[in-house]
T-cell receptor
Framework: QQPVQSPQAVILREGEDAVINCSSS?????VHWYRQKHGEAPIFLMI?????EQKGHDKISASFNEKKQQSSLYLTASQLSYSGTYFC???????????FGKGNQVVVIP | DVKVTQSSRYLVKRTGEKVFLECVQD?????MFWYRQDPGLGLRLIYF???????EKGDIPEGYSVSREKKERFSLILESASTNQTSMYLC?????????????FGPGTRLLVL
């Protein structure tokens, strides 16, 4: 089941903060975040495991709310390099497959 | 660094042609995946393989087949290409053992079927 990502698109100025979300209707074991720049392969950012574990990558951090089956990605003091499409991939118990959402497009302008 | 390579970045084929897309990974990963990516639809799983000669259908397997004769190589086959198979095709690989293993992606093949 494909997770739902929101908002579809975000435009922010350099230095501003933003939050993007990934929700699933199914019980999850983990949430994976990737970023893809135009014409390039998706690049792995981080994994969030059940138990509400929060992990960070530079000024990008994320959380996983197991009760709500929702993950949020926090872009803090955004940089131009943060522009791209962010995909969340969700994994269920006993399943090596990831179900990817449709993506959140993030544009950071000077 | 993990490296996943795909045989072509761009491919143009005619309707009805048989098309082979090749993917090679150099990290001895057990799992390999084929996705297609279309605007507004995200990444959709076509097929995946968890071992040599093993395969499982993903969410959109119709019109596609796969082959995994060697651990490092996973091929996607379009038996008779159609215009609705025009898309970006991404290959990925990962280790087995944990449900949360990272998937590493290749650069993608943009296929145009005329």
């Amino acid at each position: 089941q494909q997770p739902v990502q929101s908002p579809q698109a975000v435009i922010l100025r350099e230095g501003e903060d933003a939050v993007i979300n990934c929700s699933s209707s199914k019980a999850l074991y983990s949430v994976h975040w990737y970023r893809q720049k135009h014409g390039e392969a998706p690049i792995f950012l981080m994994i969030l495991l059940k138990g509400g574990e929060q992990k960070g990558h530079d000024k990008i951090s994320a959380s996983f709310n197991e009760k709500k089956q929702q993950s949020s990605l926090y872009l803090t003091a955004s940089q131009l390099s943060y522009s791209g499409t962010y995909f969340c991939g969700t994994a269920r118990y006993g399943n090596n497959r990831l179900a990817f959402g449709k993506g959140n497009q993030v544009v950071v302008i000077p | 660094d993990v490296k996943v390579t795909q045989s072509s970045r761009y491919l143009v084929k005619r309707t009805g042609e048989k098309v082979f897309l090749e993917c090679v990974q150099d990290m001895d990963h057990e799992n390999m995946f084929w996705y297609r990516q279309d605007p507004g639809l995200g990444l959709r799983l076509i097929y995946f393989s968890y071992d040599v000669k093993m395969k499982e259908k993903g969410d959109i397997p119709e019109g596609y087949s796969v082959s995994r004769e060697k651990k490092e190589r996973f091929s996607l086959i379009l038996e008779s290409a159609s215009t609705n198979q025009t898309s970006m095709y991404l290959c990925a690989s990962s280790f087995t053992g944990q449900d949360w293993e990272t998937q590493y992606f290749g650069p993608g093949t943009r296929l145009l079927v005329l």
